[in-house]
């Protein structure tokens, strides 16, 4: 790469506004330039920005925001600098990056404000005292100018002076990290523009990447439902135990995304369920007894989708029932009913299977099927 030998001058970077992020690689592409980030702080960078990530406080890398998630506190970024002989960022290992928030407009140098005594160099009324127009045919160098980029004028401008390792990767010129503070290269070839144009296309767009934007199709982390049907009361283990009508409620909240699936075609959660159900019993030894029973849940709820509008689920888990009124039973005079007290209350395994089907914004129809359970109702999430 041949260097122009124009003298080109930076300018001093101004002051900037930033903040600290804490973030995790998770994924990676093909092409090694797009990453997916987790953040480990809870904030989430803006679409567009650029942030800059630190190792041993030093930077190595800056990326560009492609693409933003703050359900899942996750973002795709693509890589437009490398600062040092780092070649990829190593997954799953936490790097402290800072996002840029605004330049900081910093009071103007002394050099640069208004000097009410000071005299033109030309006088166009031609006065006297003035100061005198410089004859000096060579410039003089200010000693407190900021350093020039180049060499000045002289030597080959086909030779490149010697770089350190650290400078060997550097990437093409960016509008966003170079604009106002370094020269960009006009000769730059028109196929060169536009393999540029393509690298900042989203990663789904690329062939070549690994990461794909797609729409997530649970986006909701919270579930409350009702649902009637029959229920078997498997207390203390014992099979087939007894069946009875009634209802539960429960409450689901998304503790894991992507357990197995995350693409475009299948997508999975795992959720933990609470809930509660209620259901009595008549003349369960013949005596004209009741039972009134609150079954306590706490279930693993896996989610398989298919789509938005469908997904297919597997619970497992434990319940504890508890009978909290009884009418007519008197276990001191009748032995048979305090063996219905032992056989109706107790802990009981939980174990099925259901589908969950969208009809309207956030409601759904869920219908589960299991050795503990055959019931239909409705859910909502948020």
Request: proline letters at 6%.
């Amino acid at each position: 790469m041949g260097w122009e030998s124009t003298q080109v001058r930076a300018e001093i970077l101004p002051e900037i506004d930033a903040q600290q992020i804490t973030i995790i690689p998770t994924e990676i592409s093909k092409s090694g330039r797009v990453y997916r980030f987790k953040t480990k702080s809870g904030d989430i960078p803006k679409t567009g920005s650029i942030i800059l990530i630190q190792y041993q406080k030093k930077p190595i890398m800056a990326f560009r925001i492609l693409n933003t998630n703050e359900e899942n506190q996750e973002f795709i970024a693509k890589r437009v600098r490398r600062y040092d002989t780092e070649g990829t960022l190593k997954l799953n290992e936490t790097y402290e990056s800072a996002e840029k928030i605004a330049n900081l407009v910093s009071p103007p140098t002394i050099e640069t404000r208004f000097n009410p005594d000071a005299k033109p160099e030309l006088d166009p009324i031609g006065g006297k005292n003035l100061n005198p127009v410089s004859t000096e045919t060579e410039r003089k160098l200010d000693p407190n100018a900021p350093p020039l980029m180049g060499d000045g004028g002289k030597g080959n401008a086909g030779e490149a002076p010697s770089m350190g390792a650290a400078s060997k990767d550097l990437e093409h010129y960016d509008s966003d990290l170079d604009s106002g503070t370094s020269p960009r290269n006009l000769k730059r070839s028109k196929e060169d523009e536009e393999s540029d144009e393509n690298d900042d296309r989203s990663p789904s767009s690329k062939s070549d990447s690994d990461i794909e934007e797609f729409k997530t199709f649970n986006p909701f982390k919270h579930m409350i439902g009702v649902s009637l049907g029959n229920f078997r009361n498997l207390s203390n283990f014992s099979i087939p135990g007894t069946s009875h009508n009634g209802f539960y409620g429960d409450y689901s909240q998304v503790m894991q995304r992507g357990v197995w699936f995350r693409n475009r075609r299948l997508q999975d959660t795992l959720a933990i369920d609470l809930g509660f159900a209620y259901y009595s019993r008549t003349n369960f030894t013949g005596n004209n007894d009741s039972y009134e029973l609150l079954p306590l849940k706490a279930e693993g709820l896996y989610s398989l989708y298919f789509s938005e509008s469908f997904a297919f689920l597997g619970y497992f888990g434990l319940q504890y029932n508890i009978i909290f009124s009884t009418n007519n039973v008197k276990p001191a005079s009748f032995p048979d009913e305090q063996t219905a007290l032992n056989t109706l209350s107790g802990i009981q395994p939980n174990l099925g299977m259901g589908v969950l089907y969208n009809i309207g914004p956030q409601w759904y129809i869920r219908a589960d099927i299991g050795i503990d359970r055959l019931a239909l109702g409705l859910a909502v999430k948020w």
